[in-house]
């Protein structure tokens, strides 16, 4: 059983249905501000790790509140973010030219990392580093879950 089904499992056995319930998905909102608070108040890894934690098992219990699989949640998002990645050098060519009438962005460039090209380029505004979309990018499709 993945971490995320045994998540799952404890709002079952804790009587969080799998129900939009307005009460608890409130409560779960309260609870990743206060989890998110300790993420920001911690000192040292094990308390980042511990409220981290705790901030991903309350995210999963919310997804679990409203009848969604967390796995199929991030295997969506994460094909969606692998998109933005080009899989050949050409697609990442035309990515970074693209980009060159896009007045966000400057020093746009492209590099190989595996199997894929990372097309990255400076916020004019001051973001450094940004990773950038291929124009073969995919908005993962979430309303169906």
Do not use: C
Not at 12 to 33: C, Q
Not at 49 to 78: C, F, P, Q
Not at 121 to 128: A, Q, S, Y
């Amino acid at each position: 059983m993945s971490e995320i089904n045994r998540v799952h499992q404890w709002n079952i056995v804790a009587g969080n249905a799998h129900k939009p319930d307005t009460d608890l998905f409130h409560l779960y909102l309260d609870l990743i501000k206060e989890e998110y608070e300790e993420l920001l108040a911690a000192e040292d890894k094990e308390d980042h790790l511990d409220a981290a934690g705790d901030l991903y098992v309350v995210i999963t219990g919310l997804l679990h509140s409203m009848g969604v699989n967390g796995e199929e949640l991030l295997k969506r998002i994460n094909d969606s973010n692998f998109s933005k990645f080009a899989a050949t050098e050409e697609e990442a060519k035309k990515s970074v030219l693209r980009y060159m009438d896009d007045l966000r962005y400057e020093n746009v460039s492209y590099k190989k990392v595996g199997g894929y090209y990372v097309i990255r380029g400076d916020k004019v505004n001051g973001g450094k580093n940004k990773i950038l979309k291929s124009y073969k990018f995919k908005e993962p499709v979430l309303g169906d879950l």
